[in-house]
């Protein structure tokens, strides 16, 4: 096989053409593997004599972009990425596509692969098969991204109603509703479309993320098929979790029939007619023959064994009505408890709707309560969106649990459908009554309920079990995830660390700093010499000598953490060092930052700092940090920033750390450093 130096020259006397390629790089978690991928493809390229451009997809934006003639002139285009990229810009050229991890640490490989790959069709169903990532991390992806679209559907809609029915709505034997062709009607139907859009949504985007675009019109159809029963003869559709099951199914349909070989002439139709038609006919047809009637049978069936429940205690009937109500929010469990309650009524038992309509509010009360109790440990993001479950908990609309269920599933869920038993059983004993098919305290301030006091009660009840259980659950998780983390401060600091320790036995004020087992202190001050020198500076100041260790005595990545944030702390720049920590590790949960090359790049985006702050740290046995290929983590960085300049700030100490490390000889001369002043000469090339 001629090797690209081969084929390559100076473009001049040998009258060889010199290859050029492209490279896209990308990554679903930040921009570090991004950025290595890229250097080392550049790098490579460099020593093999090839012309290539790379580029780079990542939270910060597109990067280096490739144009039209960028495309057209390349022999070859190198897709290193963890995530979907547009391929529909490369039709007739040679296409490799495979994983970030690839392009960090196969780059030659990759360059040579490239000139044997298939060509790019005019669709980017071609390069299906040709991807590097495992089905697992897919099915994630795929979930994640759902989810990220269908969230702002979920708070629109249910904003809009609840300020509708507010504003504009008054109780009826039907329900909570809104005058017709009134303005606060028009305002109350958007919001309603906001809610019948949220289910093809999800579905819809599930299924682009495993088959792209062909798989959209699919995946959103079948999500509308899946929510709307009256098409497989159920009362009530399969909610949010039918429309998982539809965009899965749609997605890997699509990757299915794009493995069929067809002729040339048709090629080019089947993905904007031939795949969107077969997928979508065969999945729609699929779940209303074979997925609704089961569905249609769940319903039916619990609706029957309710029916046989009502002269049982009221205390067990309403536990289980506000299990119901709470498990799938709007999905056929939940509607199967609602319709029962809400049947009932016209027989004048308003008892039964009187145990849904105190467990109705619960799961978006609850939750955004939480996030009001313990606010660190949540973002930003999840803090804001409590404030808007809050709201629509008031006004019954159950759904605003949805986003924290979708990100925590084995934590909320569980937590939702305890604190609606305990709502439903108090209702239930209590004798509340609901005259409307409604629920949550809006009701209850109309009139339209017998027993105010206790239906609130139940309410708050189950509520503080939904949003004390939810908080727990959380901690303990974090808890055995930070498990063999030991505290830095209560550690000997070795040599060289920049820093002194006093032990001081006895009781220490607060303020003084953390305090070690058996009653003794730990505080740590800086060393004399770094007092007296003037601190020097790289990073845009963000690391100084101060936050440089050249020997970590952690020998785990939780406690290496730890450790990192407890020697930040000494900037006087971390507001709380336990907060800066459970950030770090939740981001560590969300996929490692151990890089490769015995490199580890651990971010924090917190409020727990007041100013950007980077440590550097080195570890001579290394660290376990689930690097991809397999090395442990010798150079760790850790990378503090407050929320509110956690954007582009963030990203760019990462690009630039990313880049300037995959120089093996920088990497050689900051682990070859003898102390601080010389690690900090060296980390002065970072640029």
Not at 191 to 211: E, K, N, Q, R
Not at 377 to 397: H, K
Not at 399 to 412: D, H, S, T, Y
Request: with cysteine.
């Amino acid at each position: 096989m001629t090797s690209p130096a081969g084929r390559s020259g100076d473009g001049g006397a040998s009258g060889h053409k010199r290859l050029k390629l492209l490279a896209v790089t990308a990554c679903p978690t930040g921009i570090a593997h991004t950025y290595m991928a890229a250097e080392k493809l550049q790098q490579a390229a460099a020593e093999l004599g090839v012309d290539i451009k790379v580029e780079t997809q990542g939270s910060i934006g597109a990067e280096n972009v490739l144009s039209d003639n960028d495309v057209r002139e390349a022999d070859g285009i190198i897709i290193a990425a963890d995530k979907e990229v547009d391929r529909e810009r490369f039709a007739g050229k040679r296409v490799l596509s495979t994983g970030v991890a690839d392009g960090v640490h196969k780059p030659k490989e990759l360059i040579e692969r490239v000139q044997h790959a298939p060509v790019q069709e005019g669709t980017a169903a071609a390069a299906a098969g040709a991807g590097g990532g495992k089905e697992r991390s897919l099915a994630y992806k795929a979930l994640m991204n759902g989810v990220s679209y269908m969230i702002p559907f979920v708070v629109v809609g249910g904003l809009l109603i609840a300020i509708a029915l507010a504003l504009g709505g008054h109780a009826t034997a039907e329900g909570y509703v809104v005058t017709p062709g009134t303005f606060w009607d028009h305002v109350f139907q958007i919001g309603v479309l906001g809610f019948t859009l949220m289910i093809p949504i999800l579905s819809g985007y599930i299924a682009y993320a495993i088959g792209d675009r062909p798989a959209l019109v699919p995946g959103m159809i079948g999500g509308f098929i899946a929510n709307t029963g009256a098409l497989y003869d159920s009362k009530s559709g399969a909610g949010f979790i039918g429309a998982i099951v539809t965009g899965f199914l749609a997605g890997y349909l699509v990757l299915w029939i794009k493995k069929v070989k067809v002729p040339k002439v048709v090629q080019p139709i089947m993905p904007i007619i031939v795949i969107p038609i077969v997928a979508t006919t065969a999945l729609g047809l699929f779940f209303i023959y074979v997925v609704g009637k089961p569905i249609s049978w769940v319903f039916e069936s619990l609706t029957s064994w309710l029916s046989g429940m009502t002269g049982t205690s009221a205390i067990l009937l309403g536990a289980l009505l506000g299990l119901m109500i709470a498990f799938d929010m709007g999905g056929p469990v939940n509607k199967t408890a609602f319709l029962f309650g809400t049947g009932l009524i016209a027989s004048g038992n308003y008892a039964v709707m009187g145990m849904c309509a105190a467990a109705i509010p619960v799961m978006p009360l609850g939750q955004g309560l939480a996030t009001v109790l313990r606010r660190k440990l949540y973002s930003e993001q999840e803090r804001d969106t409590g404030m808007a479950a809050l709201f629509m908990g008031v006004f019954g609309i159950s759904e605003g649990a949805i986003p924290f269920a979708a990100a925590r599933p084995a934590i909320v869920i569980p937590s939702n459908m305890l604190g609606g038993a305990v709502a439903g059983a108090i209702a239930g004993v209590a004798g509340v009554g609901d005259h409307v098919p409604h629920g949550g305290p809006i009701v209850a301030a109309l009139g339209a309920i017998s027993g105010v006091v206790w239906f609130l009660v139940a309410i708050a009840a189950g509520t503080v079990v939904t949003a004390l259980t939810t908080n727990a659950l959380i901690e303990i998780k974090e808890r055995r995830a930070a498990g063999t983390a030991a505290p830095a401060s209560a550690l000997p600091v070795p040599a060289g660390a920049g820093a002194v320790v006093d032990v001081a036995p006895g009781p220490v004020p607060a303020a003084a700093g953390p305090v070690g087992t058996g009653g003794t202190a730990v505080l740590t001050k800086p060393a004399p010499a770094a007092v007296a020198a003037e601190p020097q500076e790289v990073l845009s100041g963000y690391l100084t000598e101060r936050t440089i260790r050249t020997e970590l005595v952690s020998d785990s990545k939780e406690a290496a953490i730890r450790e990192m944030a407890e020697m930040l702390a000494t900037t006087g720049n971390v507001r709380d060092v336990e907060e800066l920590v459970r950030v770090a590790l939740a981001r560590e949960a969300q996929g490692t930052t151990g890089l490769g090359e015995s490199i580890a790049i651990p971010h924090a985006k917190t409020d727990a700092v007041t100013r950007p702050t980077v440590g550097f740290a080195r570890s001579d046995e290394g660290i376990e940090w689930g690097a991809l290929d397999g090395t442990k983590a010798r150079l760790v960085f850790m990378i503090s920033v407050p929320e509110a300049a956690a954007g582009d700030e963030h990203l760019r100490i990462l690009a630039l750390l990313s880049r300037k490390l995959m120089d093996s000889a920088f990497r050689d001369r900051l682990q070859g450093a003898p102390d601080g002043p010389a690690v900090l000469e060296v980390l002065r090339e970072i640029r």
